[in-house]
């Protein structure tokens, strides 16, 4: 977890205070001065596009100036020439893409503003992983808000979400199903508890694992975590910017060898997938996608993504005038608030 004695001066150094704004769930029924730009954000081949800024929104392709939400491999590609983001951010784009992350850096404290040609940006915490950001973008008097990734649930390994109000949410739809509902993450992975052969747990090198490592800690202390090589520079990553997982250690085939119980082997998804047929092992994938469960051992949905009640009060706290969709389903967002709310379909 962040280590509470040191929590303040790490956050000092890399990012601005870390906290949560509370606000009454109405929707924002303010008059404005000018109206809300239809075409202010548009999705292109390239990315969610901001025209009147001249910038993307976390472009799939290298461009002129890119707006960063996060290090995760779908909204961070390499060959960008300026990036603007967070400070871990930009520490795991380099360790993931070296000398191609990007030409030029420019990273920022959250609520820090910086402007490009016109439109007012800040970032504000997200709760998805480590150094994750919203972004707020204001162009003439009107307020855009950009989600990226994002989750609500307590996550010790990074900054908890912190809501702002909005004219415009654009937000993530990975999970809007009414259906899907994420159990508590403290509960889920007290289920590991009950398994006693040794496990191979699958998740993404960045973020879920940190996330994993933390809570196996936390919560299932008799288990002996061993890290595949090559999610611990990312975990070297955490710990250097003032988060503590846990105790955990490096893969050592001689112990999941010798020893048949106990020993938990967390591995990225690609390693998981290679192999299918282990043996003297319980296959586990930490995911909220059911389809990603089937075929394992034992289930274990544990998501960094909202779910559907986390949109609903996403929506609620940040009181748009309009909420704009992509990264998923929104029909279901649509329908719900179809009398009250105007909902934009981007993707």
Known sequence: MVRHADREVAAKQIYSSISCTTLAPSFNKTIMTNPILPDFITLTKTG?????????????????HAVISHAHGDHAVSGNHYVY???????????????????????????????????????????????????LMEYKGIRYLYTGDYK???????????????????????????????????????????????IMLGAYALGKSQRLISLMSEHCPSKKILVHHSIMPFVHLYENSGVSLGKYQPYDRKI?????????????????????????????????????????????????????????????????????????EGKYLKAHFSNQLEVKILN
């Open 152 to 198: 609500l649930e307590r996550d010790t390994t990074c900054e908890p979400i912190e809501f702002v109000q909005a004219d415009v949410l654009i937000t993530e739809t990975t999970f809007a199903d009414p259906s899907v509902s994420h159990p508590p993450a403290e509960e889920e992975i007290k289920k590991l508890n009950q398994i006693h052969n040794n």
């Open 85 to 135: 983001c967070t400070k871990a951010t930009q520490l795991f784009m380099q360790h993931r893409y070296k000398k191609f992350a990007a030409a030029q850096f420019e990273t920022k404290l959250y609520q820090q503003q910086f402007e490009l040609n016109g439109v007012k940006i800040s970032f504000y915490p997200a709760g998805h992983i480590l150094g994750s950001a919203m972004v």
């Open 256 to 328: 999941m060898k010798q020893e048949l119980q106990g020993n938990v082997y967390l591995v990225p998804p690609m390693v998981f997938n290679s192999y299918i047929r282990a043996i003297n092992v319980v296959r586990v994938f930490a995911t909220g996608w059911k389809h990603l469960q089937q075929g394992n051992g034992h289930s274990l949905y544990i998501s960094d993504h909202v779910d559907w009640n986390g949109i609903i009060q996403t929506i609620e706290q940040v009181k748009p005038q309009e909420v704009w969709t992509l990264h998923g």
């Open 48 to 64: 969610l596009y901001c025209a009147y800024g001249n910038f993307y929104l976390d472009p799939q392709e290298a461009v002129a």
